[in-house]
């Protein structure tokens, strides 16, 4: 069980039921005062909740970059954290993005993915590389830039960096899967 405390909206101020209302329309399974993710947590606060779900909204929805890209650099993201419920969010979306099932399972146990396009190569590289060594060499970067352009890079250090906001949210919190979810990484 998470660690969170449930609160239904009664038991909201205002600006959290407003943030809530926000955070839970178009969603499913959302109940009286809980939404899942990261997203209950970030209710606490709305001032600070409210620009994290805009620019969460921001990274996934509005990148330069091919949104494959983007769910590649989450799935790194997720499987260095080993943030159950964001790789169990992310992966689906990963493969419907067109992130190729090898490259998905390959990242999901930490090895180096075989790959058939070089610009997923290069997205794990640099995304990998970012979060292992805490900066990104000369070659690296090049190839990244001659690949999605500076905006593209900067889409991936802001997902990455997003996405470990997420990934701390979600461990920190022991976010749960949905009932029947299986946890796609070992029990700690």
Known sequence: MGRLARRSTAEMSDGQRELFAQMAEGRKNVSDGHIGGPFDAWGLNPGIGRRLFQAGGAIRFKPSIDRRYIELAILVTGELWQAQFEWFAHEPMARDAGVPENV????????????????????????????????????????????????GVADLVNTCGFYTLVSMTLNTFEVDLPDGAVLPFPAR
């Open 104 to 151: 998905i399972q390959a990242v999901k146990v930490g090895a180096e993915p075989t790959f058939d396009h070089p610009a997923d190569e290069i997205c794990w590289r640099f995304c990998r590389t970012l979060h292992v060594d805490r900066r990104v060499d000369h070659q690296t970067y090049a190839d990244a830039v001659e690949t999605f352009g500076e905006v």
